[in-house]
């Protein structure tokens, strides 16, 4: 079955400085690669998503880069801000459909 | 607004005990999904549900079940719960079709097995 890995586990980045997190996959038939953002207490919530038939998607501070030859792709927080310290989570999902394999996820704190 | 609510918030049991935890959504949606969150670990598959009456087993599916006997509720099922089904469960819903996948989870429940 598909396996994810996310890296790092934790980030620490200064306010107003990008953060970067970084997951690989295992199963080439995967096509669609979800990011999550779980606020302290809080449900996971979809912030973005890319499918395989795209390399880079942007939505205002946020962006996911894909790299199917290498099976990884990336989530870019520029200008970071206090609110967006939370646990951020990577997801993979391919032939079994709506079936997602999500990564460890990244703790990412924000220092003002 | 998708909702989807968990019957507990908080849960305590002992070892042994059959314990039922219950997810609902008010969308609509085919699918639905029970994850357990720990540290690190991030979200694991227990069991998923495609279709009224119909399961599959996810990436951890050892002492858990499940029931999907409507279309808007799926409930998992600890048969005789342990120590090491400590853990928060988070229940999520999605379309079966359309182009975007998004799962709608649950607040979670978080489960204490003394």
């Known amino acids: 079955g598909e396996n994810v890995e996310q890296h790092p586990s934790t980030l620490s980045v200064q306010e107003g400085d990008s953060a970067v997190i970084k997951c690989t996959y295992s199963d080439s038939a995967s096509n669609y690669f979800p990011w999550y953002k779980q606020e302290l207490g809080k449900r996971p919530q979809l912030i973005i998503d890319?499918?395989?038939?795209?390399g880079e998607k942007k939505d205002q501070r946020i962006a996911v880069t894909l790299n199917k030859t290498a099976k990884h792709f990336s989530l870019h927080i520029t200008e970071t801000q206090p609110e967006d310290s939370a646990v951020y989570f990577c997801a993979a999902s391919g032939a079994a459909g709506n079936k997602l394999t999500f990564g460890g996820g990244t703790r990412v704190l924000v220092k003002p | 607004d998708v909702k989807v609510t968990q019957s507990s918030r908080y849960l305590v049991k002992r070892t042994g005990e059959k314990v039922f935890l219950e997810c609902v959504q008010d969308?609509?949606?085919?699918?639905m999904f029970w994850y357990r969150q720990d540290p690190g670990l991030g979200l694991r598959l227990i069991y998923f549900s495609y279709d009224v009456k119909m399961k599959e087993k996810g990436d951890i599916p050892e002492g858990y079940s499940v029931s999907r006997e409507k279309k808007e509720r799926f409930s998992l099922i600890l048969e005789s719960a342990s120590t090491n089904q400590t853990s928060m469960y988070l229940c999520?819903?999605?379309?079966?079709?359309?182009?975007?996948?998004?799962?709608?989870f649950g607040p979670g429940t978080r489960l204490t097995v003394l």
């Open positions: 890319i499918r395989s038939n795209v």
């Open positions: 969308m609509d949606h085919e699918n």
């Open positions: 999520a819903s999605t379309n079966g079709g359309g182009r975007r996948n998004e799962q709608f």
